[in-house]
């Protein structure tokens, strides 16, 4: 089998939509789109966890159906990223490849600040390496909120609480969010946007910000 590696240059470009829980990722994935229609750019929505049988797995886990240790949860996710990058029926390195730009809601950052919470970053940056020598992001777009306003929106959003939703553990998260873009300062394209206003001033900062990394890209 042939080793697929970033020597083959993508000519699209991945943008990850980073955050805590409730910080709007997945309506702001959804603007972002919406902008890229509108000026003619061919792009693709996708998340993580996947749909994919590793995805179904990892949500049995994050709704408390399915129990194990932190230190099996975090492969799970490896696995889950690499099928999402490579496999044959939506990878989306083959759609970068032909000119595609992905907007993925979460990628390896959601893995280095939620698995960093219980086990050492380093562990899981290192863990993730088989991810991140295919394809970095061109730029990683985290949306930063207060994990109170964070768990508000949660709450009118959602009846049933998953894994990681409480507000000690998301001021943790993105403690370790902040935590992991300075390990990795000067490695990963990362921008940090002021998530706490309208999803319309988000939309803008974020259009902003993405139409800047994708002319330089
Ligand atoms: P979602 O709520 O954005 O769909 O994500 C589901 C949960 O999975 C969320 O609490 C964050 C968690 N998660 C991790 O812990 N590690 C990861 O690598 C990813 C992608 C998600």
């Known amino acids: 089998m042939q080793e697929k590696t970033t020597s083959q240059k993508p000519r699209g470009a991945l943008i990850a939509l980073e955050g805590i829980d409730g910080s709007g990722k997945s309506t702001q994935s959804r603007m972002l789109a919406g902008r890229m229609r509108r000026e003619g750019i061919p792009c693709y929505t996708t998340m993580e966890p996947t749909d994919s049988p590793f995805g179904s797995l990892i949500r049995q886990i994050l709704t408390g159906r399915l129990k194990t240790d932190n230190r099996a949860i975090a492969p799970l996710f490896v696995a889950d990223r690499l099928d999402h990058l490579l496999n044959d029926v939506n990878g989306i ?6 000119g595609t730009i992905v907007i993925t809601d979460r990628y390896y950052f959601s893995s280095y ?10 562990w899981v940056i290192k863990a993730n390496e088989p991810n991140s020598s295919i394809l970095r992001p061109t730029v990683t777009v985290f ?4 994990p109170e306003l964070a768990l508000e929106r949660i709450s009118a959003n959602r009846h049933q609480k998953e894994l990681f939703e409480e507000k000690s553990r998301l001021a943790q998260v993105r403690e370790k969010y902040i935590e992991a873009f300075q390990v990795l300062k000067g490695v990963e394209q990362v921008a940090v946007i002021d998530g706490n206003g309208s999803p319309q001033e988000i939309a803008d900062a974020v259009w902003k910000t993405v139409s800047r990394y994708m002319a330089t890209s």
């Open 93 to 98: 390195l083959h759609k970068i490849e032909e």
């Open 113 to 122: 600040a939620y698995q960093g919470v219980d086990l050492p970053m380093d």
């Open 143 to 146: 949306l930063d909120i207060t």
